[in-house]
């Protein structure tokens, strides 16, 4: 199995930024595509951005330029850098992998954007 681990959630004023780790480790040849999802209070699960092995990238339209994914293979580690952050940022992100669709799911963790 492939197993995640997040790390770097909590509690930022607006206006700054935050980077969030995910180590991946197990069958890490299974892992083709690595993303990041949210899901706000209220709201439904939302997609934030997706790196595969090939380098290529994908955002959500209203967070590109702000929000970056990115990889250090030789930690097995993904990152997602937010930038910016806005309250509207706030939710809980999960850390996602799998082979091509998301197989392998984190536990979250809450990112809170207040004043």
């Known amino acids: 199995q492939v197993q995640l681990v997040e790390s770097g959630g909590g509690l930022v004023q607006p206006g700054e930024s935050l980077r969030l780790s995910c180590v991946i480790s197990?069958?890490?040849?299974?892992?083709?595509?690595m993303g990041w999802f949210r899901q706000a209070p209220g709201k439904q699960r939302e997609f934030v951005a997706m790196l595969r092995t090939d380098r290529s990238e994908n955002y959500a339209d209203s967070l590109k330029g702000r929000f970056t994914i990115s990889r250090d293979t030789a930690k097995n580690t993904v990152y997602l850098q937010m930038n910016s952050l806005e309250f509207d940022d706030t939710g809980v992100y999960y850390c996602?992998?799998?082979?091509?669709?998301?197989?392998?799911w984190g536990t979250g963790t809450l990112v809170t954007v207040s004043s």
């Open positions: 996602a992998a799998g082979n091509y669709g998301m197989d392998y």
């Open positions: 197990g069958n890490i040849l299974r892992v083709n595509v």
